[in-house]
């Protein structure tokens, strides 16, 4: 199995929402999302001349309030390979 060069595998997480200016103090964005899991399973070679990232989103940002917070990280998901005999 080979990726080519430009090829891309993906299961990233999404981004979150960021806050608009508003006529509260307690604004916050939401949290991002996880990234996803890849198997690749394959017989015989497998080449990677491409990208194949499971990455986690980054959280939105918050408009200037008294008591403004922001969500946190996605965390980072996997990418395996698995050699099918």
């Known amino acids: 199995m ?3 060069s430009g090829g891309t595998i993906t299961a990233d997480g999404s981004d ?5 200016n508003g006529t509260t103090d307690w604004q916050a964005s939401g949290g991002a999302s996880g990234g996803g899991n890849i198997v690749i399973a394959y017989r015989g ?3 990677n001349n491409g990208t194949v990232t499971a990455i986690g989103g980054t959280p939105g940002s918050v408009a200037s309030s008294s008591y403004a917070a922001r969500g946190g990280f996605g965390g980072n998901g996997s990418v ?3 050699q099918i005999k």
């Open 2 to 4: 080979t990726i080519g």
């Open 16 to 20: 979150s929402g960021s806050t608009q």
């Open 45 to 47: 070679t497998y080449t």
């Open 80 to 82: 395996q390979t698995l």
